[in-house]
Protein backbone atom coordinates (compact mmCIF):
# COMPACT_ATOMS: atom_id res chain seq x y z
CA UNK A 1 0.00 0.00 0.00
CA UNK A 2 1.08 3.60 -0.13
CA UNK A 3 1.97 5.84 3.05
CA UNK A 4 3.28 9.14 3.76
CA UNK A 5 6.84 9.08 5.45
CA UNK A 6 8.43 11.95 6.97
CA UNK A 7 12.37 11.51 7.47
CA UNK A 8 13.72 14.90 8.09
CA UNK A 9 12.16 18.84 8.67
CA UNK A 10 10.61 19.53 5.03
CA UNK A 11 10.80 15.91 3.77
CA UNK A 12 7.72 13.78 3.06
CA UNK A 13 7.15 11.63 0.66
CA UNK A 14 4.59 9.00 -0.33
CA UNK A 15 5.80 5.18 -0.59
CA UNK A 16 4.86 1.75 -0.97
CA UNK A 17 4.66 -0.02 2.51
CA UNK A 18 4.09 -3.48 3.53
CA UNK A 19 0.12 -3.64 3.96
CA UNK A 20 -1.79 -2.95 7.10
CA UNK A 21 -2.98 -6.35 8.46
CA UNK A 22 -4.42 -7.63 11.54
CA UNK A 23 -1.88 -8.10 14.60
CA UNK A 24 -3.39 -8.40 17.47
CA UNK A 25 -7.19 -9.98 18.15
CA UNK A 26 -8.17 -6.38 18.92
CA UNK A 27 -7.22 -4.62 15.67
CA UNK A 28 -9.29 -3.58 12.56
CA UNK A 29 -7.61 -2.60 9.17
CA UNK A 30 -9.30 0.68 8.07
CA UNK A 31 -9.36 1.29 4.16
CA UNK A 32 -8.82 5.20 4.57
CA UNK A 33 -11.42 7.33 2.85
CA UNK A 34 -10.48 10.39 4.01
CA UNK A 35 -7.75 11.93 6.04
CA UNK A 36 -5.72 15.40 6.66
CA UNK A 37 -2.51 17.18 7.76
CA UNK A 38 -2.94 18.64 11.06
CA UNK A 39 -0.88 22.00 12.36
CA UNK A 40 0.68 19.68 14.70
CA UNK A 41 2.54 17.99 11.77
CA UNK A 42 3.82 21.43 11.29
CA UNK A 43 6.08 20.45 14.17
CA UNK A 44 7.78 17.91 12.86
CA UNK A 45 7.97 19.25 9.40
CA UNK A 46 10.07 21.81 10.65
CA UNK A 47 12.21 20.38 13.14
CA UNK A 48 12.28 16.71 12.89
CA UNK A 49 15.77 15.05 13.17
CA UNK A 50 16.80 12.83 9.88
CA UNK A 51 16.39 9.05 9.95
CA UNK A 52 16.77 5.98 7.84
CA UNK A 53 13.09 4.86 8.43
CA UNK A 54 11.04 7.64 8.90
CA UNK A 55 7.46 8.65 10.66
CA UNK A 56 4.59 7.72 9.22
CA UNK A 57 2.42 10.40 9.70
CA UNK A 58 -0.92 11.23 9.58
CA UNK A 59 -3.48 11.04 12.75
CA UNK A 60 -7.05 11.89 11.71
CA UNK A 61 -9.42 9.55 8.96
CA UNK A 62 -12.25 8.38 7.94
CA UNK A 63 -12.38 5.09 6.45
CA UNK A 64 -14.36 1.58 5.68
CA UNK A 65 -13.66 -1.49 8.00
CA UNK A 66 -11.48 -3.94 5.87
CA UNK A 67 -11.20 -6.92 8.38
CA UNK A 68 -11.26 -6.82 12.39
CA UNK A 69 -9.64 -9.07 14.86
CA UNK A 70 -11.42 -11.75 16.38
CA UNK A 71 -12.72 -9.47 19.82
CA UNK A 72 -13.56 -6.76 18.21
CA UNK A 73 -17.64 -6.24 18.24
CA UNK A 74 -18.88 -2.44 18.02
CA UNK A 75 -17.45 -2.44 14.32
CA UNK A 76 -17.39 -4.95 11.50
CA UNK A 77 -16.38 -4.97 8.16
CA UNK A 78 -17.64 -2.61 5.71
CA UNK A 79 -18.50 0.02 8.48
CA UNK A 80 -17.66 3.67 7.93
CA UNK A 81 -15.92 4.87 11.01
CA UNK A 82 -14.01 7.89 12.45
CA UNK A 83 -10.78 7.16 14.17
CA UNK A 84 -9.65 9.82 16.56
CA UNK A 85 -6.27 10.81 17.04
CA UNK A 86 -5.30 8.79 19.73
CA UNK A 87 -6.36 5.09 19.68
CA UNK A 88 -7.52 3.79 23.39
CA UNK A 89 -8.69 0.28 24.79
CA UNK A 90 -12.58 1.79 26.10
CA UNK A 91 -12.18 -0.21 29.09
CA UNK A 92 -9.23 1.16 31.46
CA UNK A 93 -10.04 3.82 34.44
CA UNK A 94 -9.19 6.68 32.56
CA UNK A 95 -11.50 5.66 29.46
CA UNK A 96 -13.99 5.75 32.06
CA UNK A 97 -13.46 8.93 32.98
CA UNK A 98 -13.60 10.09 29.47
CA UNK A 99 -9.60 10.78 29.35
CA UNK A 100 -9.08 8.78 26.38
CA UNK A 101 -5.32 9.93 25.34
CA UNK A 102 -4.28 9.00 29.01
CA UNK A 103 -5.28 4.96 28.19
CA UNK A 104 -3.48 2.94 30.14
CA UNK A 105 -2.94 0.73 26.98
CA UNK A 106 -3.45 3.63 24.39
CA UNK A 107 -0.97 5.96 21.97
CA UNK A 108 -1.13 7.85 19.27
CA UNK A 109 -1.33 7.85 15.45
CA UNK A 110 1.32 9.34 12.86
CA UNK A 111 3.75 9.85 15.90
CA UNK A 112 6.17 6.66 17.55
CA UNK A 113 3.66 3.90 17.18
CA UNK A 114 4.49 3.58 13.65
CA UNK A 115 0.57 3.76 12.58
CA UNK A 116 0.02 6.53 9.84
CA UNK A 117 -3.61 7.50 8.69
CA UNK A 118 -2.33 9.86 5.63
CA UNK A 119 -2.06 6.34 3.98
CA UNK A 120 -4.18 4.04 1.65
CA UNK A 121 -4.79 2.03 5.16
CA UNK A 122 -4.20 1.94 8.91
CA UNK A 123 -4.15 -0.75 11.55
CA UNK A 124 -5.93 0.35 14.59
CA UNK A 125 -5.03 -1.15 17.78
CA UNK A 126 -8.29 -1.73 20.04
CA UNK A 127 -11.26 -1.07 17.44
CA UNK A 128 -13.68 -1.04 19.34
CA UNK A 129 -12.65 1.52 22.18
CA UNK A 130 -11.57 3.89 19.42
CA UNK A 131 -13.26 3.85 16.47
CA UNK A 132 -17.12 4.83 16.08
CA UNK A 133 -19.64 4.04 13.34
CA UNK A 134 -20.82 6.71 11.05
CA UNK A 135 -24.57 6.70 9.91
CA UNK A 136 -24.07 7.88 6.46
CA UNK A 137 -22.51 7.01 3.31
CA UNK A 138 -18.56 7.82 2.06
CA UNK A 139 -19.89 10.58 0.09
CA UNK A 140 -22.24 11.79 2.04
CA UNK A 141 -20.93 16.00 1.82
CA UNK A 142 -20.79 16.12 5.84
CA UNK A 143 -17.67 13.97 5.65
CA UNK A 144 -14.99 16.94 6.01
CA UNK A 145 -17.53 18.30 9.13
CA UNK A 146 -17.19 14.64 10.33
CA UNK A 147 -13.49 14.35 9.25
CA UNK A 148 -12.98 17.01 12.40
CA UNK A 149 -14.36 14.78 14.70
CA UNK A 150 -10.75 13.15 15.09
CA UNK A 151 -8.90 16.10 16.05
CA UNK A 152 -9.67 19.74 15.30
CA UNK A 153 -13.21 20.14 16.80
CA UNK A 154 -12.61 17.42 19.66
CA UNK A 155 -9.59 19.42 20.48
CA UNK A 156 -12.05 22.96 20.18
CA UNK A 157 -14.43 21.24 22.24
CA UNK A 158 -11.80 19.96 24.94
CA UNK A 159 -9.74 23.77 25.04
CA UNK A 160 -13.35 25.49 25.64
CA UNK A 161 -14.23 22.60 28.46
CA UNK A 162 -11.10 23.38 30.03
CA UNK A 163 -11.25 26.91 29.83
CA UNK A 164 -14.95 26.39 31.69
CA UNK A 165 -16.50 28.45 29.13
CA UNK A 166 -20.21 28.85 29.41
CA UNK A 167 -23.45 31.02 29.00
CA UNK A 168 -22.47 34.82 30.10
CA UNK A 169 -19.09 34.29 29.68
CA UNK A 170 -16.47 36.29 28.05
CA UNK A 171 -14.21 33.97 26.19
CA UNK A 172 -10.59 34.66 23.94
CA UNK A 173 -8.91 32.59 21.41
CA UNK A 174 -5.46 32.65 20.91
CA UNK A 175 -4.56 31.29 17.18
CA UNK A 176 -6.31 31.31 13.89
CA UNK A 177 -5.82 27.73 13.09
CA UNK A 178 -8.00 25.06 12.54
CA UNK A 179 -7.97 24.68 16.23
CA UNK A 180 -8.97 27.93 17.22
CA UNK A 181 -11.43 28.32 14.29
CA UNK A 182 -12.69 25.31 15.70
CA UNK A 183 -13.05 26.86 19.52
CA UNK A 184 -15.24 29.50 18.36
CA UNK A 185 -17.39 26.89 17.50
CA UNK A 186 -17.43 25.38 20.70
CA UNK A 187 -17.61 28.30 22.89
CA UNK A 188 -20.63 29.48 20.67
CA UNK A 189 -22.42 25.87 20.99
CA UNK A 190 -21.30 26.36 24.93
CA UNK A 191 -23.43 29.35 25.13
CA UNK A 192 -21.00 31.93 25.19
CA UNK A 193 -22.02 35.91 25.01
CA UNK A 194 -18.64 37.53 23.70
CA UNK A 195 -16.14 35.59 21.46
CA UNK A 196 -12.89 37.43 20.87
CA UNK A 197 -10.59 36.07 17.90
CA UNK A 198 -6.80 36.75 18.03
CA UNK A 199 -5.42 36.29 14.64
CA UNK A 200 -4.53 38.59 12.03
CA UNK A 201 -5.47 36.23 8.59
CA UNK A 202 -8.50 37.88 6.44
CA UNK A 203 -10.09 34.73 5.29
CA UNK A 204 -9.57 33.02 8.52
CA UNK A 205 -10.99 36.23 10.40
CA UNK A 206 -13.55 35.88 8.45
CA UNK A 207 -14.52 32.13 8.62
CA UNK A 208 -14.25 33.34 13.09
CA UNK A 209 -17.33 35.36 13.21
CA UNK A 210 -19.24 32.95 10.31
CA UNK A 211 -18.73 30.89 13.10
CA UNK A 212 -19.53 33.19 16.55
CA UNK A 213 -16.45 35.57 16.99
CA UNK A 214 -17.88 38.88 18.28
CA UNK A 215 -14.96 40.34 18.34
CA UNK A 216 -11.07 40.53 16.33
CA UNK A 217 -8.11 41.23 18.00
CA UNK A 218 -5.01 41.50 14.96
CA UNK A 219 -3.04 43.08 17.18
CA UNK A 220 0.02 41.13 18.73
CA UNK A 221 2.52 41.42 22.16
CA UNK A 222 1.17 43.91 24.90
CA UNK A 223 -1.30 45.53 22.19
CA UNK A 224 -3.33 42.50 21.73
CA UNK A 225 -3.86 42.23 25.70
CA UNK A 226 -4.83 46.22 25.93
CA UNK A 227 -7.35 45.36 23.40
CA UNK A 228 -9.18 42.45 24.79
CA UNK A 229 -8.97 44.03 28.26
CA UNK A 230 -10.75 46.92 26.31
CA UNK A 231 -13.21 44.58 24.82
CA UNK A 232 -13.78 43.36 28.39
CA UNK A 233 -14.58 45.89 30.59
CA UNK A 234 -10.95 46.55 31.56
CA UNK A 235 -10.70 43.26 33.50
CA UNK A 236 -9.95 40.08 31.04
CA UNK A 237 -11.22 37.44 29.20
CA UNK A 238 -13.15 34.76 31.65
CA UNK A 239 -12.32 31.64 29.97
CA UNK A 240 -8.47 31.18 27.38
CA UNK A 241 -8.28 28.81 24.95
CA UNK A 242 -4.67 28.32 24.24
CA UNK A 243 -4.70 27.39 20.32
CA UNK A 244 -0.78 27.27 19.62
CA UNK A 245 1.57 26.47 21.79
CA UNK A 246 4.08 28.91 21.63
CA UNK A 247 5.53 30.15 24.99
CA UNK A 248 4.40 33.76 23.44
CA UNK A 249 0.76 32.58 23.04
CA UNK A 250 1.18 31.07 26.68
CA UNK A 251 1.89 34.58 27.52
CA UNK A 252 -0.72 36.22 25.59
CA UNK A 253 -3.71 33.95 27.13
CA UNK A 254 -2.11 34.46 30.68
CA UNK A 255 -1.81 38.21 30.33
CA UNK A 256 -5.65 37.82 29.01
CA UNK A 257 -7.11 36.14 31.06
CA UNK A 258 -8.99 37.74 34.20
CA UNK A 259 -7.62 36.81 37.55
CA UNK A 260 -9.87 34.08 38.73
CA UNK A 261 -10.25 32.82 34.31
CA UNK A 262 -9.36 29.63 33.45
CA UNK A 263 -7.37 28.79 30.56
CA UNK A 264 -7.71 25.76 28.27
CA UNK A 265 -4.62 24.89 26.71
CA UNK A 266 -4.45 22.47 23.66
CA UNK A 267 -1.75 23.81 21.57
CA UNK A 268 1.60 21.41 21.82
CA UNK A 269 3.85 23.29 23.92
CA UNK A 270 6.93 23.80 22.16
CA UNK A 271 9.10 25.50 24.25
CA UNK A 272 8.84 27.96 27.30
CA UNK A 273 7.98 27.42 31.12
CA UNK A 274 5.09 28.23 33.35
CA UNK A 275 5.00 31.73 34.92
CA UNK A 276 4.33 30.34 38.20
CA UNK A 277 3.93 33.85 40.09
CA UNK A 278 1.56 35.60 37.85
CA UNK A 279 -0.53 32.48 37.26
CA UNK A 280 -0.87 32.34 40.79
CA UNK A 281 -1.44 36.01 41.65
CA UNK A 282 -4.04 36.17 39.78
CA UNK A 283 -5.70 32.48 40.87
CA UNK A 284 -5.67 31.30 37.05
CA UNK A 285 -7.02 27.97 36.09
CA UNK A 286 -4.50 26.07 33.51
CA UNK A 287 -5.93 23.18 32.27
CA UNK A 288 -5.76 21.27 29.15
CA UNK A 289 -3.40 19.09 27.15
CA UNK A 290 -4.14 16.18 24.60
CA UNK A 291 -7.66 16.39 23.97
CA UNK A 292 -9.99 12.83 24.07
CA UNK A 293 -11.66 13.47 21.24
CA UNK A 294 -13.04 10.15 21.29
CA UNK A 295 -14.77 11.49 24.23
CA UNK A 296 -16.45 13.97 22.64
CA UNK A 297 -17.81 12.56 19.39
CA UNK A 298 -21.17 11.32 20.89
CA UNK A 299 -21.73 14.48 21.66
CA UNK A 300 -20.72 16.29 18.89
CA UNK A 301 -21.87 14.20 16.09
CA UNK A 302 -25.37 14.57 16.27
CA UNK A 303 -24.91 18.52 15.53
CA UNK A 304 -22.78 17.92 12.85
CA UNK A 305 -25.37 15.69 11.31
CA UNK A 306 -27.83 18.11 11.96
CA UNK A 307 -26.20 20.95 10.51
CA UNK A 308 -25.90 22.84 13.24
CA UNK A 309 -22.22 23.20 13.10
CA UNK A 310 -20.26 23.16 10.05
CA UNK A 311 -17.03 22.85 11.31
CA UNK A 312 -15.54 21.06 8.21
CA UNK A 313 -15.24 24.51 6.53
CA UNK A 314 -11.82 24.69 7.97
CA UNK A 315 -10.54 22.73 4.86
CA UNK A 316 -9.88 24.96 2.17
CA UNK A 317 -7.84 22.92 -0.16
CA UNK A 318 -8.12 18.81 -1.20
CA UNK A 319 -5.26 16.85 -2.61
CA UNK A 320 -4.45 13.13 -3.38
CA UNK A 321 -2.35 11.21 -1.56
CA UNK A 322 0.35 11.78 -4.43
CA UNK A 323 -0.01 15.58 -3.49
CA UNK A 324 0.90 15.34 0.60
CA UNK A 325 3.70 16.57 0.48
CA UNK A 326 2.79 19.40 -1.78
CA UNK A 327 -0.16 19.62 0.65
CA UNK A 328 2.27 20.01 3.90
CA UNK A 329 4.46 22.66 1.97
CA UNK A 330 1.09 24.62 1.09
CA UNK A 331 -0.07 24.46 5.10
CA UNK A 332 3.46 25.32 6.20
CA UNK A 333 3.63 28.58 4.38
CA UNK A 334 0.35 29.49 5.78
CA UNK A 335 -1.10 29.53 2.14
CA UNK A 336 -3.42 26.63 2.94
CA UNK A 337 -5.54 26.58 6.32
CA UNK A 338 -5.97 22.53 6.58
CA UNK A 339 -5.82 20.16 3.80
CA UNK A 340 -8.10 17.34 2.91
CA UNK A 341 -6.53 14.29 1.69
CA UNK A 342 -9.42 12.59 -0.38
CA UNK A 343 -8.28 8.42 -1.18
ZN1 LIG B 1 -8.08 2.99 28.27
Redesign the pocket.
Known amino acids: MRATLMYAAGDVRVETVPDATIIDSTDAVVRVTHACICGSDLWPYKTLKPSETGRRMGHEAIGVVDATGSDVHTVKAGDLVVMPFAF?????I??HEGL?TA????GFFGMDSGLGAQAEAVRVPYAD?TLVALPVGKDDALMPSLLTLADVMGTGQHAALMAKVGPGKSVAVVGDGAVGLCGVIAARRLGAEQIIILGRHAERIALAREFGATDVVSERGDAAVERVRDLTGGYGAHSVLECVGLAESLETAINIARPGGAIGRVGVPQSGTMPAQQTFFKNLTIAGGPAPARAYIPELLPDILAGKIQPGRVFDRVVGLDEVPEGYRAMNNREALKVLITL
Do not use: N
Open positions: SDGTCFCQCLHGG
